[in-house]
C-alpha cells in the first residue's frame, strides 16, 4: 500500500467525490479541496459534496439503458456515489432518483470520516504539485480556468455550451435521405435530409412557436458569437435557414435528380457512424420541442436522441486534444482530469469520470503500462469520448449505446439489441477487473460494493 503518499483532488462535486473515494479505499492518502460554502458557483447553495444542482434523478436503472448499464458498471467498481444514491433513493418508477439532501450528506459523511481522506476548504488558484486530479466542473472559479488555460492553451479550454443534438443512426429512416457531400467534394459524409417548400414552411413555423428552455440568471449575458440558437435564426426571416444551415446549394436528390428546396445536413459524430449531429443546429429549445419539432424534418420522424441541444454556461477543455488515454494532461502528465470539465456530461457520468481517473491515476503508480477501459463497456465508451473522439466540434456527450461498438449478431426488437449489449458490456467488465487486479498487494478485495 502507498497510504504515505498523498494525491490531490481539487473539486468535491460528483467526480471529484468518487475519485477521492475511489483512491482512499485503495489505500491512497487523499488531500480533497473544495471551495465551498466560502466561494460558491451559481448552481451551487449547500456546502456538501456532491451537490446534485439541478434536477434529482440520476436517470435510468435498467442496464438494457446505457445509463442503467454505466451505474451498474460503477457499482462493480465500488462507486461511492451510486451507493449513496441508492440509500437515498425515492421512488421514480424506472430511474434512480434521489432525496438530494441525504445523498449528499451521505457523500459528505463518508469522506469526511475516512482516515485517508483530508479536506481543506478553500478555492484552489492554481494547480499545485502533482499527483493532482483537477474536478472543478462545469463550474470551474476563474482563477481556475486560467490556470487550466495556461495549461492547455486558450483555444483548447471551452466555456459554454452550444450544441447541437445528436440522434442515432439506426433510428433515421434513410429512404428519405441521401448520402453526399455539398458539390461531391469529400464523398459521402453527410447524410442530407431533403424538404420541398411545403415541409419547410411547416418546420419553419413549428420553430417560431416552439418553447425555450428556461435561463438561468448566468446564463442570460452571454454572446452566442458564431452559433446561434437555431430558433433565433428561423425569426429573422422566412427564409433565413435556407439561406444559412439548410441551404440546398450543392446538393441533388438522387430521387429527384433536382436540388431541394432546402436541406438538413447529418454529420458523424464517431469513428463508427452510429452517431449523427445536426449540423447547424444549437439549440435552447426545451427538450421535449427539440422532439416535437425536430422531427418534423423528413426521416428524421423516429429520431432517438442521445444528445439534446444545449446552450448554457460550461468549462470543458477540448479531452481529445489535450489528454492521454489516463486522463493526465499531456502538457503535464502529473495533471489528471476529471468530471464534466473532461467533455462528459451528466450527473452519473461525472461521478464515473471520477471512478476512472482514479484507476488511471492508481494503475500508474503501480507501474502499469496503458490503462484503458474495454471498449465494449460504457465507462470504455465514455472514456474514448473524452479522450480519442474524433469530432471536429468536440462537444460533452451523456452516455449512450451508440458509444459503444455495434454487436452485429441478429436481434429481434431495439430492447433485445440493447439487452444483447449490456451484457456484452458486463462481462467485458468483469474479466477486466479480474485482469487489472488494481489492489495488487492490498488486504482489501479488489472491487468490494461500497455500502452505505
Ligand atoms: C446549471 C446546471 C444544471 C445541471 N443540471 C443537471 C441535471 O439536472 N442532471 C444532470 O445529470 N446533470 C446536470 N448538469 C450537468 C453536470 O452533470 C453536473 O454539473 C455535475 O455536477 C458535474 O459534476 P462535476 O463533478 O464535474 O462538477 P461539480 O459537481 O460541479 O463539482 C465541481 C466542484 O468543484 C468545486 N470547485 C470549482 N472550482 C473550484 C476551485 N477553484 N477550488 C476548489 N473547488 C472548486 C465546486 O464548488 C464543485 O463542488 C447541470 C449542470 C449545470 C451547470
Known amino acids: 500500500m502507498d497510504g504515505e503518499t498523498e494525491v490531490t483532488v481539487i473539486g468535491a462535486g460528483l467526480a471529484g467525490a468518487e475519485a477521492a473515494w475511489q483512491l482512499a479505499r485503495r489505500g491512497v492518502r487523499v488531500a480533497l479541496r473544495e471551495m465551498r460554502p466560502l466561494r460558491t458557483t451559481p448552481a451551487h447553495v449547500t456546502g456538501d459534496f456532491a451537490e446534485l444542482v439541478c434536477s434529482n434523478s440520476l436517470h435510468a436503472d435498467d442496464p438494457a439503458n446505457a445509463a442503467g448499464l454505466l451505474k451498474a458498471e460503477m457499482e462493480r467498481l465500488g462507486s461511492l456515489i451510486i451507493a449513496a444514491a441508492r440509500a437515498a433513493a425515492v421512488p421514480a418508477g424506472g430511474a434512480l432518483a434521489v432525496d438530494r439532501a441525504r445523498f449528499s450528506a451521505a457523500v459528505t459523511e463518508r469522506l469526511l470520516g475516512h482516515p485517508l481522506v483530508s479536506v481543506c476548504r478553500a478555492e484552489a488558484v492554481s494547480i499545485p504539485p502533482g499527483p493532482v486530479v483537477i474536478a472543478t466542473g462545469p463550474l470551474t472559479s476563474e482563477a481556475m480556468a486560467a490556470a487550466i488555460r495556461e495549461l492547455t492553451g486558450r ?137 416535437r419539432v425536430f422531427r418534423l424534418i423528413p426521416g428524421l420522424e423516429k429520431a432517438e436522441f442521445v444528445r439534446y441541444g444545449v446552450m ?58 496503458v490503462f484503458a477501459f474495454p471498449a465494449e463497456t460504457a465507462l470504455g465508451g465514455l472514456a474514448a469520448h473524452v479522450t480519442a473522439s474524433p469530432s471536429a466540434d468536440y462537444q460533452p456527450m451523456n452516455v449512450n449505446f451508440g458509444l459503444l461498438p455495434p454487436d452485429n449478431r441478429k436481434k429481434r426488437g431495439k430492447k433485445e439489441k440493447k439487452l444483447a449489449l449490456a451484457t456484452r458490456s458486463l462481462a467485458a467488465l468483469d474479466d477486466f477487473i479480474l485482469d487489472c487486479a488494481l489492489n495488487e498487494g492490498d488486504p482489501e478485495q479488489p472491487c468490494l460494493p461500497t455500502q452505505l
Open 155 to 291: 483555444e483548447a479550454l471551452y466555456f459554454f455550451d452550444a450544441a447541437a443534438p445528436i440522434i442515432t443512426l439506426e433510428s433515421v429512416d434513410q429512404s428519405r435521405a441521401f448520402w453526399a457531400s455539398r458539390y461531391g467534394r469529400g464523398g459521402r459524409d453527410y447524410l442530407n435530409c431533403p424538404m420541398d417548400e411545403e415541409e419547410y414552411q411547416r418546420f419553419h413555423a413549428a420553430l417560431l412557436t416552439a418553447q425555450t428552455a428556461e435561463v438561468h440568471g448566468f446564463e442570460r449575458h452571454m454572446v452566442f458569437e458564431g452559433c446561434m440558437p437555431v430558433e433565433v435564426m428561423a425569426g429573422r426571416g422566412q427564409r433565413t435557414l435556407a439561406f444559412g444551415p439548410l441551404k440546398p446549394v450543392g446538393l441533388i436528390d438522387p430521387r429527384t435528380g433536382r436540388q431541394p428546396f432546402a436541406v438538413v445536413q447529418l454529420r458523424k459524430e464517431n469513428l463508427a457512424g452510429t452517431l449523427l449531429n445536426l449540423v447547424g443546429f444549437q439549440t435552447h429549445l426545451r427538450r421535449g420541442e427539440q422532439e
Open 312 to 369: 448554457h454556461r460550461n468549462t470543458f477543455i477540448r479531452g481529445p486534444a489535450v489528454l492521454n488515454l489516463d486522463f493526465s494532461a499531456k502538457a503535464r502528465p502529473d495533471v489528471f482530469f476529471a468530471g464534466q470539465i473532461t467533455g462528459v456530461e451528466g450527473y452519473v457520468e461525472s461521478a464515473a469520470s471520477g471512478l476512472m481517473t482514479a484507476l488511471a491515476l492508481l494503475a500508474r503508480r503501480r507501474g502499469r503500462p
